[in-house]
Nanobody, 120 residues
Framework: QAQLVESGGGLVQPGGSLRLSCAAS?????????MGWHRQAPGKQRELVAA???????NYADSVKGRFTISRDNAKNTVYLQMNSLKPEDTAVYYC?????????????WGQGTQVTVSS
């Protein structure tokens, strides 16, 4: 099996920055297609924040354009989310996801989530 492990969440003041990381691991991974970040705030549905293809093409939710940057290191099977100019409305649990092709087949995987709290 494959797994995704996230890190980098925490408490930050409005206007501050955080960088999230998510590493995919598993001995049977053949390749990883699109990787991305979703978030879920209390009482709200999970929503896409940003995603990036294996070729490096990103797309962003309108609410984070110009503030967040997604990137990936294919050699490390890792995706990053640099979050700048954070707002209280960015507070949520952030989940990494990846479309992984392994020897047993292809399916999406999700991380366990990391809390991001933006508050003064």
């Amino acid at each position: 099996q494959a797994q995704l492990v996230e890190s980098g969440g925490g408490l930050v003041q409005p206007g501050g920055s955080l960088r999230l990381s998510c590493a995919a691991s598993g001995s049977s991974i053949v390749s990883i297609f699109t990787m991305g970040w979703h978030r879920q705030a209390p009482g709200k549905q999970r929503e896409l924040v940003a995603a990036i293809t294996s070729g490096g093409s990103p797309n962003y939710a309108d609410s984070v354009k110009g503030r967040f940057t997604i990137s990936r290191d294919n050699a490390k099977n890792t995706v990053y989310l640099q979050m700048n100019s954070l707002k209280p409305e960015d507070t949520a649990v952030y989940y990494c996801n990846a479309d992984i092709f392994a020897v047993w087949g292809r399916r999406p995987y999700w991380g366990q989530g990391t809390q991001v709290t933006v508050s003064s």
